[in-house]
C-alpha cells in the first residue's frame, strides 16, 4: 500500500470533527508521511474549523504521540471557502511533518 501513496504533499480539508476519527486519521496521516523513494521529504496540509476546543486538543496529542509534529500556517480565510462556517468559528491551516 505504501507505493500507491508515494506523493509528496497530502491535503485534507475539515477531517478533525469527531474524536472518535481521530486514532485512524493521525494513523492515516503517518502512514502516508512515511518516506519513499522519491520524494524522500513528504508533509500534509490540514485545513481546519475549529468547533471544538477538546476534539482539537485531542488531535494535537495523537499527532505529538505518532511523532507528527504541526505548524499553524497564518492566512486570512475568506468565510466562503469554508462551507457551513459560522461567524466565531476559528479557521486554521496546518502543515504536519514527521518527526
Request: net charge neutral; hydrophobic share 45%.
Amino acid at each position: 500500500m505504501q507505493n500507491e501513496m508515494n506523493s509528496d504533499v497530502i491535503l485534507g480539508a475539515d477531517l478533525v470533527f469527531d474524536p472518535s476519527l481521530i486514532p485512524a486519521l493521525v494513523r492515516t496521516i503517518v502512514l502516508a508521511l512515511q518516506p519513499g523513494p522519491c520524494p524522500p521529504e513528504k508533509v500534509a496540509f490540514l485545513s481546519l474549523t475549529l468547533r471544538r476546543e477538546d476534539t482539537f486538543a485531542k488531535f494535537v496529542q495523537t499527532c505529538v504521540k505518532a511523532g507528527l509534529r504541526m505548524e499553524d500556517v497564518r492566512f486570512s480565510p475568506d468565510k466562503r471557502m469554508f462551507l457551513g462556517m459560522s461567524e466565531g468559528d476559528d479557521a486554521r491551516l496546518f502543515k504536519i511533518f514527521k518527526t
